[in-house]
């Protein structure tokens, strides 16, 4: 009787333990250091065609601020990606000049030097580009993450207070974001008076509480995914102040105002690919749009897949984000 007594309690603490470390894990993402290919970029910006310069904002957000070398040089991933531009018959300013500024909001569990990489591509199509550490991430002072419901100011706000620093015009500006970052970056968008010209969201989700269901099905099933996933939101917003399902990017697509490109991989098993077409489907009629499927693809390796995405993403931004001629 005692060993029965003894199994059902297990059984019993078994869901309330993985549904804590579940929540803790969204709540508090375990922060990753610095690697190896973020100090040889910060340590040797010039041998990427860039010009880095650190700055943290009026409430403590860690960015970093990408500017084209002057000299017009170019690393080796900006050459290719002015090669396929160029293939593609688009209009680019000459190496070393710039024509808009972009944010760029990096995923759950990322920091803003993940972005360096990214950021060599769009330096090198013309744009001047904007990393900050979102809270509970990379250096930043904050210990909770809300996938977009605290964050929304902070693109805006890194972009002004980098223009007023820098002395540089905000405007014109566009706004990218993977993941977490998606999320963040589609209420930012969403805001009153938003600055952004374009955004690009690439494997972002719909709401949260589809993605925590999916992978809580994905590992015990529809029924007990289903109390894990309720166990987990509790937690989640005891720990956070906020209900998982605040976390609703869907609801908030359709007032978005500026063109808008969706980019999704095929194989994603953190946010199905499911996720990113009903994004899509339910941006407002009125705008320019674009959906992009990135051929096996999964969630950790889509930015770094044979497909040219960064060309795809870096002629959006040139389409609709400088001032016209």
């Not at 709540?27 to 250091?33: G, K, L, M, V």
């Not at 013309?126 to 977009?148: Q, S």
Request: aromatic letters at 8%; hydrophobic letters at 45%; one cysteine or more.
């Amino acid at each position: 009787m005692k060993r029965r007594f003894i199994i059902a309690g297990i059984l019993l603490l078994l869901p309330l333990a993985a549904s804590w470390w579940a929540a803790d894990q969204l709540a508090h993402p375990p922060r990753r250091p610095l690697q190896d290919f973020h100090r040889e970029f910060l340590a040797n910006p010039s041998a990427h065609g860039v010009v880095l310069k650190s700055f943290a904002c009026a409430d403590n957000t860690p960015c970093l601020l990408c500017e084209p070398a002057p000299s017009g040089a170019l690393g080796k991933r900006g050459q290719v990606v002015r090669e396929q531009l160029a293939k593609k018959n688009i209009s680019l300013p000459s190496p070393g000049n710039i024509i808009g500024n972009l944010v760029l909001m990096h995923g759950r569990r990322g920091r803003k030097e993940d972005y360096l990489l990214i950021a060599e591509r769009f330096c090198a199509a013309g744009f001047r580009c904007i990393l900050p550490d979102l809270p509970a991430h990379g250096d930043h002072p904050g210990t909770v993450a809300c996938y977009g419901v605290k964050e929304a100011h902070i693109p805006a706000m890194v972009l002004h207070e980098a223009a007023a620093k820098f002395g540089f015009k905000a405007k014109p500006a566009g706004i990218m974001g993977l993941s977490m970052g998606g999320a963040v970056s589609i209420r930012a968008a969403a805001e009153k008076d938003a600055p952004w010209r374009a955004a690009v969201l690439v494997s972002t989700f719909d709401t949260l509480e589809n993605v925590v269901q999916h992978q809580a099905s994905g590992l015990v099933g529809e029924a007990c995914g289903a109390v894990w996933q309720n166990l987990t939101g509790r937690l989640f917003a005891w720990k956070t102040g906020m209900p998982l399902n605040a976390a609703n990017s869907i609801a908030l697509v359709p007032a978005l105002h500026c063109p808008t490109l969706i980019a999704h991989g095929t194989a994603d098993r953190v946010i199905p690919i499911e996720c990113g077409r009903r994004l899509y489907a339910a941006l407002p009629s009125g705008i320019e749009k674009r959906w992009i499927e990135i051929p096996g693809a999964d969630h950790n390796n889509v930015l770094i897949t044979d497909f040219p995405i960064y060309a795809e993403m870096a002629e959006w931004m040139l389409r609709y984000v400088p001032d016209s001629p």
